[in-house]
T-cell receptor
Framework: DGGITQSPKYLFRKEGQNVTLSCEQNLNHDAMYWYRQDPGQGLRLIYYSQIVNDFQKGDIAEGYSVSREKKESFPLTVTSAQKNPTAFYLC????????????FGSGTRLTVV | GESVGLHLPTLSVQEGDNSIINCAYSNSASDYFIWYKQESGKGPQFIID?????DKRQGQRVTVLLNKTVKHLSLQIAATQPGDSAVYFC???????????FGTGTKLQVIP
């Protein structure tokens, strides 16, 4: 089955550490996205990529970094510069030629301890 | 995950009744709208979409209504079932996927 896989499902990080969240899709989608979700708030865009080796900052990119070396993969690194990293992180992908919305992964819950 | 539902407006409906979830969107230039369903601990799932040249679209047990005059979107769920319990988000888009804006969501609780 085609889909989008995020790992791990739960992640704990000590203050001052960088952590990388994995996102892989086998849907042959061109575009991939990272969102952050906090209680009582809508999804906020961190980074997005429409093509390999290219990506753009979203609304809350500070303290995060991404790479897009392969079409299937779009890992997100939460750096120590991110002041409030505890959140639920969602990866999504989409085609660019039709209006069919996003396919989301199941999310990674990151907790700073 | 579970904490996504905290602090959200909540709609409680009896099993078998119809549900109506509302959303006010922000940009009059938005031309594509989507409703997503997010169950506890999972990512959002696409439910139904509508383009701005339509005012109504029906799916299986769901109907989306669009009122561009007042920038309002609604999702109607017929014969609500316990499995419909989730957080529902609307999303608006202006001519490109990188500019999707998500609403804060409404939590639907179905009472058996």
């Amino acid at each position: 089955d085609g889909g989008i896989t995020q790992s791990p499902k739960y992640l704990f990080r000590k203050e001052g550490q960088n952590v990388t969240l994995s996102c892989e899709q086998n849907l042959n989608h061109d575009a991939m996205y990272w969102y952050r979700q906090d209680p009582g708030q809508g999804l906020r865009l961190i980074y997005y990529s429409q093509i390999v080796n290219d990506f753009q900052k979203g609304d809350i990119a500070e303290g995060y970094s991404v790479s897009r070396e392969k079409k299937e993969s779009f890992p997100l690194t939460v750096t120590s510069a991110q002041k409030n990293p505890t959140a639920f992180y969602l990866c999504a992908s989409s085609r660019l030629d039709t209006d069919r919305g996003y396919t989301f992964g199941s999310g990674t819950r990151l907790t700073v301890v | 995950g579970e904490s996504v539902g905290l602090h959200l407006p909540t709609l409680s409906v009896q099993e078998g009744d119809n549900s109506i979830i509302n959303c006010a969107y922000s940009n009059s230039a938005s031309d594509y709208f989507i409703w997503y369903k997010q169950e506890s601990g999972k990512g959002p799932q696409f439910i139904i979409d509508i383009r701005s040249n339509m005012d109504k679209r029906q799916g299986q047990r769901v109907t989306v209504l669009l009122n561009k005059t007042v920038k309002h979107l609604s999702l109607q769920i017929a014969a609500t079932q316990p499995g419909d319990s989730a957080v529902y988000f609307c999303a608006e888009n202006i001519g490109g996927y990188q500019k999707v804006t998500f609403g804060t969501g409404t939590k639907l609780q179905v009472i058996p």
